[in-house]
């Protein structure tokens, strides 16, 4: 996993929950890279695995949930370091249909070796987009993140459905849709 995620998941921590949690979630947890992350280097994802579920355990909050948020946060730090990614859309939908074959392309040319998830597109319209997320890591809530920031982003207001195809969330449909 790149490290960009790690960096923006204590990042995150520090500025919800303190510098303390930072530490304690660190410090509880076995880490090869003694919780050292540069964002351009590659680590582990069972040492993710292990942050977030000792920041679960740290503030009585579900797994899913905290992904949930940081996917949202983790959407401003692409922003700030990717404004020409966001410059090039108009709308949410247009960038929720090009993860594939325009943003996975940008991020696998930035950051070479990334393991990334893929989004299938089912069916799209002016004011919907039916997904497929697949990913062995099962971080859809991230992903959910994600997209609910986007649409946030273009200034629109969004159901998202999340289907689990996959009870272990490595499978799972989205279907967004926004009233303008």
């Not at 998941?9 to 919780?35: K, Y």
Request: no cysteine; proline share 3%; aromatic share 12%.
């Amino acid at each position: 996993m790149k490290g960009i995620v790690f960096t923006g998941f204590l990042e995150m921590v520090e500025d919800t929950f303190g510098l303390e949690t930072v530490d304690h979630i660190i410090e509880h947890s076995n880490l090869e890279s003694n919780g050292v992350y540069t964002a351009v280097g590659t680590y582990d994802f069972g040492e993710m695995l292990q942050l977030v579920t000792n920041l679960s355990e740290k503030v009585n909050t579900p797994v899913n949930d905290l992904l949930y948020v940081y996917g949202v946060y983790f959407f401003d730090t692409l922003v700030r370091n990717h404004p020409e990614i966001f410059k090039k859309f108009s709308h949410p939908i247009s960038l929720l249909s090009s993860i594939e074959d325009h943003i996975h392309v940008h991020v696998r040319k930035i950051y070479p070796g990334a393991e990334l998830p893929t989004f299938e597109v089912l069916h799209e319209d002016d004011k919907s987009i039916t997904m497929v997320y697949t990913s062995s890591r099962g971080l859809y809530r991230f992903a959910h993140g994600l997209m609910q920031k986007t649409f946030e982003y273009y200034k629109r207001e969004a159901t998202i459905q999340v289907e689990k195809l996959e009870e272990d969330g490595t499978r799972v449909k989205f279907i967004a849709s926004y009233n303008e």
